[in-house]
Nanobody, 121 residues
Framework: QVQLVETGGGLVQPGGSLRLSCAASGNIFSIDGMAWYRQAPGKQRELVAV???????NYADSVKGRFTISRDNVKNTVYLQMNSLKPEDTAVYYCNIGANSYAGSRYVNYWGQGTQVTVSS
């Protein structure tokens, strides 16, 4: 089994910054893509950013130029640096990874428990 622990959420004023972390542990052989999603009240969960195993990244248009996703493959951790935060960034943020438990096995999707980010003055 794989566990994901997210940290770094909280309350921040508009224009401020936060850094989210998501550490994966457990029976992990390798991790494929790592991503952050978010879900605001009354809205569907949406993809915020993704980083591939090779380091390539992709972002939602709404966060391009403000958010940066990165990963540490030694620590099995994915980060989301969020700058110039806006009230519309308020949501529960979830990390998501694809991991397998031994060589050649299929990748399984895992989700973190979510961390609240609130942008308000």
């Amino acid at each position: 089994q794989v566990q994901l622990v997210e940290t770094g959420g909280g309350l921040v004023q508009p224009g401020g910054s936060l850094r989210l972390s998501c550490a994966a542990s457990g029976n992990i052989f390798s991790i494929d893509g790592m991503a952050w999603y978010r879900q605001a009240p009354g809205k569907q969960r949406e993809l915020v950013a993704v980083v591939a195993s090779g380091g390539g990244t992709n972002y939602a248009d709404s966060v391009k130029g403000r958010f940066t996703i990165s990963r540490d493959n030694v620590k099995n951790t994915v980060y989301l640096q969020m700058n110039s935060l806006k009230p519309e960034d308020t949501a529960v943020y979830y990390c998501n990874i694809g991991a397998n438990s031994y060589a050649g096995s299929r990748y399984v999707n895992y989700w973190g428990q979510g961390t609240q980010v609130t942008v308000s003055s």
